[in-house]
C-alpha cells in the first residue's frame, strides 16, 4: 500500500499569504497525484488532477506541482472561503490511498 | 449538473447488515466507474472500493478493511449504484461516500450518508 504523508499537518495563514503544503509518496506514483478540498460539514471538491491540471471551475490561485514521490499544492493570495482542510490522493495502484490531511485557519 | 444522493444510512448493531445507494444523475451513469469512499468521525478519508462499467467487465475492488464484507453492484437501468455491507464493525462507523471516479480521478462526491456501528 502506497503511503502519502502531508505536511504540514496544520497551517494557520493571513488572508492573501501564500500556502504551500506537500505530498509524499512512500514510492513513485508518476502523476497520478490528486487534491482535493474539504471544507467543515461538506463533501470534498476536487481541486488539482494529475499533480497538476486544474479541475473546471477551481480558481486559478490553486495550483500543484510535482512528479514521483513529491508534490506539492499551493494556493496563491489565500482568500477566507479558503479555510478547509487539504486531502492528497494517489491512484497510481490498489488500494487507492489519501494523505492524513492538512487543516488551514485563518488567522 | 452532476448529482449523487446517497441514502440507506443509520444505526446498526455490530455484525448487522445495511445497505447503501447512491442515486446519480447529470452523467452518463452506464459508462461511469464508481467508487466508495468513507469518513470515520473527526478522521480523514478512506477509499473503500469501486466498481468498473460493464463495458470494462464490470469488476469490482476493495480496500483490505472491508474485503469479503462489502459488496458493491449497480444498476445501470435505475442509474443507482449500492453498497452492501454484512458483519459490520464498531470501526465501520463513517460518513459514507458515493463519488464518480473517471477510471483514476475522483471527480464528484455525493454529501454522504452517516454509518454508525454501535450496540
Known amino acids: 500500500e502506497i503511503v502519502l504523508t502531508q505536511s504540514p499537518d496544520f497551517q494557520s495563514v493571513t488572508p492573501k499569504e501564500k500556502v504551500t503544503i506537500t505530498c509524499r509518496a512512500s514510492?513513485?506514483?508518476?502523476?497520478?497525484l490528486h487534491w482535493y478540498q474539504q471544507k467543515p460539514d461538506q463533501s470534498p471538491k476536487l481541486l488539482i488532477k494529475?499533480?497538476?491540471q486544474s479541475f473546471s471551475g477551481v480558481p486559478s490561485r490553486f495550483s500543484g506541482s510535482g512528479s514521483g514521490t513529491d508534490f506539492t499544492l499551493t494556493i496563491n493570495s489565500l482568500e477566507a472561503e479558503d479555510a478547509a482542510t487539504y486531502y492528497c490522493h494517489q491512484s497510481s495502484s490498489l488500494p487507492w490511498t489519501f494523505g492524513q490531511g492538512t487543516k488551514v485557519e485563518l488567522k | 449538473e452532476v448529482q449523487l444522493v446517497e441514502s440507506g444510512g443509520g444505526l446498526v448493531k455490530p455484525g448487522g447488515s445495511l445497505r447503501l445507494s447512491c442515486a446519480a444523475s447529470g452523467f452518463t451513469f452506464i459508462n461511469a466507474w464508481m467508487s466508495w469512499v468513507r469518513q470515520a468521525p473527526g478522521k480523514g478519508l478512506e477509499w473503500v472500493g469501486r466498481i468498473k462499467n460493464n463495458a470494462d467487465g464490470g469488476t469490482t475492488d476493495f480496500a483490505a478493511p472491508v474485503k469479503g464484507r462489502f459488496t458493491i453492484s449497480r444498476d445501470d437501468s435505475k442509474n443507482t449504484l449500492y453498497l452492501q455491507m454484512n458483519s459490520l464493525k464498531t470501526e465501520d462507523t463513517a460518513v459514507y461516500y458515493c463519488?464518480?471516479?473517471?477510471?483514476?480521478?475522483?471527480?464528484?462526491w455525493g454529501q454522504g450518508t452517516l454509518v454508525t456501528v454501535s450496540s
Open positions: 463519488t464518480w471516479t473517471t477510471v483514476t480521478t475522483i471527480d464528484y
Open positions: 494529475y499533480a497538476s
Open positions: 514510492q513513485s506514483v508518476g502523476s497520478t
